[in-house]
């Protein structure tokens, strides 16, 4: 049971996305709920999406600065590292200058545990930022979804007269034969 319960878990914080903002506080938002439509606030809806858009973006771009900012003090640290090892190859447990090659300092380099460390924080700071732009291409879908919910609404395709049933997710499935029925019944009186 526990094992369920992880794995529900795991997939409700796929929903959930946690960063930094400029002052380092931390936020988090739902991004299967924004990218959700209800159909009945088409109205609010529409005027929401560009503040979700906007807030997605700066999202992004603070991710991005933050990754970029990673890569920075990396490169930093493996250019320190690189002239440690070249001065003092001992502390590095490498016997000379005259052995030492590229690849061998490179590799010593690598091994370094601040460096990995480094290293999982970018791969962190990548799939973060990957989450982010799928977030917002989805939200460039729900824009236009959200025309065409508008066109159906012009077209009365949420009237009363229409059987519409809701399913988890916010779903709607159209039944053929309820709405058949609605009308043999109108047809009658």
């Given at each position: ?31 299967q709920k ?17 503040g979700l ?55 010593t380099i ?80």
């Amino acid at each position: 049971m526990k094992e369920k319960v992880s794995k529900i878990q795991k997939l409700a914080d796929r929903d959930q996305m946690r960063f930094l903002d400029r002052q380092n506080k931390e936020e988090e938002i739902n991004y299967q709920k924004a990218v959700a439509i209800d159909p009945d606030k088409l109205d609010e809806e529409i005027f929401s999406q560009p503040g979700l858009y906007m807030k997605f973006s700066e999202i992004y771009s603070e991710t991005e600065r933050r990754r970029e900012k990673l890569k920075n003090k990396l490169g930093i640290l493996e250019a320190d590292l690189d002239f440690k090892i070249r001065s003092k190859p001992e502390m590095f447990e490498l016997k000379s200058l005259k052995s030492m090659t590229e690849s061998l300092v490179k590799n010593t380099i690598q091994r370094q545990e601040e460096v990995q460390s480094l290293n999982e924080r970018i791969i962190q700071a990548n799939y973060d930022l990957n989450r982010v732009k799928f977030a917002i291409t989805s939200l460039e879908h729900k824009k236009k979804m959200l025309e065409k919910a508008v066109d159906l609404y012009n077209g009365q395709y949420f009237s009363p007269i229409k059987a519409l049933h809701t399913i988890k997710g916010g779903k709607r499935i159209y039944y053929e034969n309820i709405n058949r029925q609605m009308r043999e019944g109108l047809n009658k009186k």
